[in-house]
């Protein structure tokens, strides 16, 4: 059974459309994540949650919206895509100092 | 700031031992990581070290860490094949924002 499960993996798009991608963790973990990676492989956060609670908020464009439903799931839906939002989208969780577990990755394309 | 530097590329021969270096800025941060991530796959956390140890030892893998300099290392015994993928090294401020700040990786090519 996958600990943290992100999908789509693979995600191709045009400009302007808007779309989401959803993230479960079945570890029982009360905080989870989404992070970015950029073309050089450079990690950076985005939100953070802790019990369906937002707390970090990192300096992202507000057509990005977290969605936390229950603290097992944490989807992240991007309205308006744009050429700059290509990345590899990473989905996290952890409990306090047990170190992040993270998903497989969803590799979003915008053409 | 918050960059947590790495050297970008390691070249090492099969059966060598293998060194990668990182420096945090944080001072305060009470545990330190390393994650490996394979091609097309997500991070993997590999070891960690809490603050108030300067080594750690887990099978091939050695921690150190120099709280004054700042400096984590990760020492891969023996290496193979299979440990070619990236390093990260991440620190974990104790501001108690659960942020991870991650190191800018070192991309580990191991040559048969």
């Known amino acids: 059974d996958t600990a943290v499960s992100q999908t789509p993996k693979y995600l191709v798009t045009q400009m302007g459309n808007d779309k989401s991608i959803k993230c479960e963790q079945n570890l029982g973990h009360d905080t989870m994540y989404w992070y970015k990676q950029d073309s050089k492989k450079f990690l950076k956060i985005m939100f953070s949650y802790n019990n369906k609670e937002l707390i970090i908020n990192e300096t992202v464009p507000n057509r990005f919206s977290p969605k936390s439903p229950d603290k097992a799931h944490l989807n992240l839906h991007i309205n308006s895509l744009e050429l700059g939002d290509s990345a590899v989208y990473f989905c996290?969780?952890?409990?306090?100092?047990?170190?992040?577990?993270f998903g497989s990755g969803t590799r979003l394309t915008v053409v | 700031g918050e960059d947590v530097e790495q050297s970008l590329f390691l070249s090492v021969r099969e059966g060598d031992s293998s060194v990668i270096n990182c420096t945090y800025t944080d001072s305060s941060s009470t545990y330190l990581y390393w994650y490996k991530q394979e091609p097309g796959a997500g991070l993997q956390l590999l070891t960690y070290i809490f603050s108030n140890m300067d080594m750690k030892q887990d099978q091939r893998l050695t921690v150190l860490l120099n709280k004054k300099d700042k400096h984590l290392s990760l020492r891969i015994a023996d290496t193979q094949t299979g440990d070619s993928a990236i390093y990260f090294c991440a620190e974990s401020p104790t501001s108690g924002t659960y942020k991870y700040i991650f190191g800018t990786g070192t991309r580990l090519k191991v040559l048969a």
């Open positions: 996290a969780s952890s409990q306090t100092g047990s170190g992040y577990t």
